[in-house]
């Protein structure tokens, strides 16, 4: 006899995104049809300049429709979490589409007790290139990376992509949620993934589980440099937090330099370091407990 599913809540992240959700949600409701186990979908929606609710509730009567109280990017899972009800919860960006069979093989390597989330493979939108799999560590010049690697089955990563990942949601509560620290973009999913390492819990890559995503589309940066500016940000704040030998430190230094005297990312540089060094002051490197981050949970009732 084949193990109970866990229940599961699917909830998308959504910003200004009625064009993005055409896509998903009638993807999702063929994958909840597919999902031999109990499963809900909700929208959890950051307030933007157009209101998506009426649009998404006329078509998608059966997909719950939930307000952050503000726009705070993926940092609004922390609001909702403690308003859940059921152990996993899978994380989507709302600039996917997904396979019909995507839920179970995402699910299902959560019945190990020591395992903390599960990533899907990606594709681009028209299915030619894999977009995202597993990560594993890499070295350059003093800086700690992750690389990509694809495999023909589900096996350890070093992190699970917040943008299309399930999670043990009393785990994800207990290592504190999203830190804040890497706020508005970029690095959360590493962060929170290495904070429940550090608990001994694993994150898995399921390649079975795969999403088609439009790259960049819900932040609608597209080849902005702000976009580059976030990454050098976040690559910053997570070499000081987990990977701040002195050996390391000194080489990643000399880099920087070098790339300023040549002249070839001057600017974008500089301003991660200062904006990454303000961000790790002002938390003092320490991760929030969610208690403390969040805003007192709102009830409410589907479709309200």
């Known amino acids: 006899m084949e193990p109970k599913l866990p229940a599961v809540c699917v909830a998308v992240l959504n910003w200004n995104g009625r064009v993005h959700l055409a896509d998903l949600l009638p993807s999702l409701q063929e994958a909840k049809r597919a999902y031999r186990g109990d499963c809900r979908l909700l929208v959890l929606d950051n307030?933007?300049?157009?209101?998506?609710?009426?649009?998404?509730?006329?078509?998608f009567p059966d997909v719950e429709w939930v307000k952050s109280p503000t726009n705070d990017?993926?940092?609004?899972?922390?609001?909702?979490?403690?308003?859940?009800?059921?152990?996993?919860?899978?994380?989507?960006?709302?600039?996917?589409?997904?396979?019909?069979?995507?839920?179970?093989?995402?699910v299902q390597p959560l019945a190990d007790e020591e395992t903390f989330a599960v990533s899907a493979k990606s594709?681009?939108?028209?299915?030619?290139?894999?977009?995202?799999?597993?990560?594993?560590?890499?070295?350059?010049?003093?800086?700690?990376?992750?690389?990509?690697?694809?495999?023909?089955?589900?096996?350890?990563?070093?992190?699970?992509?917040?943008?299309?990942?399930?999670?043990?949601r009393g785990k994800f509560m207990e290592v504190g949620g999203f830190d804040?620290?890497?706020?508005?973009?970029?690095?959360?999913?590493?962060?929170?993934?290495?904070?429940?390492?550090?608990?001994?819990?694993?994150?898995?890559?399921?390649?079975?589980?795969?999403?088609?995503h439009k790259e960049g589309a819900s932040w609608n940066y597209g080849?902005?440099?702000?976009?580059?500016?976030?990454?050098?940000?976040?690559?910053?704040?997570?070499?000081?937090?987990?990977?701040?030998?002195?050996?390391?430190?000194?080489?990643?230094?000399?880099f920087c330099v070098m790339e300023i005297l040549t002249k070839r990312r001057p600017l974008a540089l500089v301003k991660a370091w200062w904006q990454a060094k303000k961000a790790w002051r002002m938390h003092a490197g320490i991760s929030h407990d969610w208690r403390k981050d969040a805003i007192v949970p709102v009830q409410y009732s589907p479709n309200s």
């Open 47 to 59: 307030p933007g300049p157009v209101d998506d609710e009426f649009w998404t509730k006329e078509r």
């Open 73 to 106: 990017f993926l940092f609004s899972y922390n609001w909702l979490m403690p308003q859940l009800s059921e152990d996993v919860v899978v994380l989507l960006n709302n600039d996917l589409r997904v396979a019909p069979d995507f839920i179970e093989p995402l």
């Open 123 to 168: 594709l681009s939108w028209d299915g030619s290139e894999v977009t995202s799999a597993g990560y594993r560590v890499g070295t350059h010049r003093g800086w700690t990376y992750w690389k990509g690697f694809d495999s023909g089955k589900t096996v350890e990563t070093l992190f699970a992509v917040g943008g299309f990942m399930a999670v043990d």
């Open 180 to 212: 804040r620290l890497f706020f508005p973009a970029y690095g959360e999913d590493v962060d929170l993934c290495l904070r429940a390492k550090q608990r001994g819990w694993k994150s898995l890559y399921a390649p079975e589980s795969i999403v088609w």
């Open 223 to 254: 080849d902005d440099p702000r976009r580059a500016f976030l990454s050098y940000k976040t690559h910053f704040l997570v070499q000081w937090r987990y990977f701040n030998r002195p050996l390391a430190s000194a080489k990643r230094n000399a």
